[in-house]
């Protein structure tokens, strides 16, 4: 099904340097993804198409034995115990953790990436479009997803692609932007991009994942968002440390803009679930509250 999975070059063609096969199935991922895979089941709930559009794509599939994930093991303290934990098959995580096992090849560790998860989701009438500016990891994006008919890779700048791509046919999908936080203006990009696009497509769904570091910074980053003043505007934070050290990856966040009207609660409880699992004994927390309500 996936014969060409490739990992990271060493050697990126492009001015970008961030490589996610380094991070992969890491708690930041399984945070989003997790949540990805419960907006996706409430799109899935009609019958009519939507469109979903990921501006920083990245490969789609990694693998978790590769030598970039074993050098830093981070899924091991992500994907690697959320997946040995019993589960109800009712469980909020269990669209998720499917896509995770719709990827096992044998003894081979393979990872889903944002793009997989949705193209293993998706129906036959939805239409997927992956942007990806780094060039080798785009050429790898192609090989693992670019034979699904229902899929169009693009390797350019995701903003470009965004700001093409809205309004879509379709009334109804998401947009995930997910960037690398490489650029000292990416905050700022993102605010007056999900502006724009929101403008032009105000049925969409939007999710915008951050990093969290230091967290004034990303407070200043969520009051810009509410500063928008989009109606419904979702903030889920999920953190494992308590951000006293501001060098490390303390947490992550999602902003949703039009979220599914039960996602809060469900994250609520997904949260309460990784901040346990995940997170540093008594010193990992979460938020969901609301930026701008109805």
Not at 36 to 50: C, F, G, M, Q, V
Request: charged share 25%; with cysteine; hydrophobic share 45%.
């Amino acid at each position: 099904m996936h014969a060409l999975v490739y990992a990271a070059s060493a050697k990126p063609k492009t001015l970008m340097n961030y490589r996610h096969a380094f991070h992969a199935g890491n708690f930041a991922d399984v945070m989003k993804h997790a949540l990805l895979s419960r907006i996706i089941l409430h799109l899935n709930a009609k019958e009519t198409p939507y469109r979903y559009i990921d501006t920083h794509a990245g490969i789609g599939v990694y693998d978790l034995e590769a030598d970039e994930a074993l050098r830093t093991g981070e899924w091991q303290r992500g994907i690697g115990i959320l997946e040995a934990m019993p589960m109800p098959e009712d469980s909020l995580f269990t669209p998720y953790l499917d896509c995770v096992k719709g990827l096992r090849e044998g003894d081979r560790k393979l990872y889903p990436g944002s793009p997989e998860i949705v193209r293993q989701m998706a129906r036959q009438q939805d239409r997927l479009v992956l942007a990806e500016l780094h060039q080798d990891d785009f050429w790898r994006l192609r090989a693992n997803l670019g034979t699904d008919q229902r899929i169009r890779t693009l390797e350019m700048d995701g903003w470009t692609v965004l700001k093409a791509n809205v309004p879509p046919p379709e009334r109804r999908g998401l947009v995930l932007i997910d960037p690398p936080f490489e650029q000292a203006d990416e905050w700022s990009t993102i605010v007056a991009a999900v502006a724009g696009a929101y403008r032009k497509w105000t049925t969409g769904i939007f999710a915008i994942w951050y990093p969290i570091k230091d967290i004034e910074k990303t407070g200043a980053f969520a009051a810009r968002m509410q500063a928008l003043a989009l109606p419904k505007t979702l903030r889920l934070e999920l953190m494992i440390d308590d951000g006293r050290d501001k060098a490390k990856l303390n947490g992550c966040g999602l902003i949703v803009i039009n979220p599914p009207w039960m996602l809060a609660d469900q994250a609520r409880a997904m949260l309460a679930t990784l901040a346990q699992a995940l997170g540093e004994p008594d010193r990992a927390s979460y938020g969901v509250d609301w930026l701008v309500g109805e």
